[in-house]
């Protein structure tokens, strides 16, 4: 699993570094034989008056299907980039189940007499 970490705003410290991709290597190393890239973007807005400010967004590419993209704002950049990995672990178990469940749908019967496709319950 390749990971790529930038910053905007604010300094990518080789602590920050080292936090964010030994979370995403807990949250998602079970399936890092079907994760080509993750994208890390950490960014932080100034001002007075912009509340939560630091973000986190992960986009992970799937193959075969639409990216992954979870986004995750709070006032530490600590906590956005905790939270928006644990979303990206349970949405990559999502998506993975989904390809199991539609690669291995119900099983097809040929039936002898006519070689029609018939759904198993018609046996």
């Known amino acids: ?21 030994r979370h995403l290597r807990f949250a998602l190393g079970w399936a890092d034989d079907h994760l080509r890239q993750i994208s890390v973007r950490l960014s932080s807005q100034s001002g007075p008056r912009m509340g939560k400010n630091k973000r986190c967004l992960i986009q992970i590419d799937f193959p075969g299907v639409q990216d992954i993209v979870i986004e995750d704002t709070e006032d530490d950049i600590y ?3 905790d939270r928006a990995v644990d979303r990206a672990g349970r949405a990559v178990a999502r998506q993975l189940e ?13 039936d002898a007499e006519d070689t029609n496709i018939l759904p198993p319950h018609s046996i």
Do not use: Y
Not at 98 to 110: F, I, K, M, N, S
């Open 79 to 81: 906590v956005a980039i």
């Open 1 to 21: 699993m390749k990971i790529n970490i930038r910053a905007r705003g604010f300094e990518l410290t080789d602590r920050l570094r080292e936090h964010t991709e």
């Open 98 to 110: 989904r390809l199991r469940d539609h690669r291995h749908g119900p099983p097809l019967a040929v």
